[in-house]
Nanobody, 120 residues
């Protein structure tokens, strides 16, 4: 089970840190990802991290502004978002997959989403 949190309202240029808490003892074996869905748009890839944390991938639109990380001891995935822009406004979802890391929506497990709103 995945529980995303940390969303909220922030002004453009501000920062937010999203967290995704995972239950169970196998978190360390899962590849993890963040996706987002803006109003009226399809869900899109944001960032992904391998089970060990050694490989990370980012969408071009967030590269240099967002940082994905994980703490396997605490079963937690994080997304640090800096220099936020109004176009970052979306519901953000965390996702987990035991076998592969991907930029597509092939993950087996999904959290419920947390809303990020960036005002101009």
């Amino acid at each position: 089970q995945l529980q995303a949190s940390g969303g909220g309202l922030v002004q453009a240029g501000g920062s937010l840190r999203l967290s995704c808490a995972a239950s169970g003892r196998t978190f360390r074996t899962y590849n993890m990802g963040w996706f987002r869905q803006a109003p009226g748009k399809e869900r899109e890839f944001v960032a992904a991290i391998s089970s060990t944390g050694t490989s990370k991938y980012y969408a071009n639109s967030v590269k240099g502004r967002f940082t994905i990380s994980r703490d396997n001891a605490k079963n937690t995935l994080s997304l640090q978002m800096n220099n936020l822009k109004p176009e970052d406004t979306a519901v953000y979802y965390c996702a987990a997959d035991p076998s592969s890391i991907s930029v597509s929506e092939t993950y087996d497990y999904w959290g419920q989403g947390t809303l990020v709103t960036v005002s101009s």
